[in-house]
């Protein structure tokens, strides 16, 4: 005599009751599961918790990897939940359907518009870099709300400081 065993599948909110032998490989898990749900095959993946630790295991019945295992092998017991990820055949009929209609992403037309346009004008000199030696002409420190300047310290002496009394200094003590 075969034992049957109780599992509980969650799928999109819904408890699941699966009666099954618990001889039962995971591929006919799956069958069951389907046959209840209406779910395309190769879309469904279960989630199993596992006994030993707080992980969980992704499973795909009706993978050449996972269908042939057992349900015990599996952790897959009566008593503890799984949780069923999976689509309707409509579903993943729709999402090809719309992907079809437009291949291009939005944003690219403009782009391509402008890249049209710069041929149509013929070829242009890229921008160059000056030539020739440069001169650093200025240098001005961000100012950022909260946080005071300290020009009144000459460079030479902030060699000397270190980080920790820099930024008590420039902080007025305050850190």
Known sequence: MKSVQNVEVIWRGNKISVEIDSG???KELGHELQRLTNVKAD???LIVPQLLDKTSRLLSPFSDEHGRLNLRETSILEG???RMMGAFETEVDEVLQNSKANLRIAGFDEEEK???QRMYDGPHNSLKLPQGPYTFSGFRTLTLPGI??????GLSK???INQFQWSKTCSGGKK
């Open 43 to 45: 879309t469904m993946r």
């Open 158 to 160: 902030r060699r000397e």
């Open 114 to 116: 402008r890249l049209r």
């Open 80 to 82: 503890r939940s799984i």
């Open 24 to 26: 039962s490989t995971l």
């Open 148 to 153: 005071e300047e300290c020009s009144n310290i």
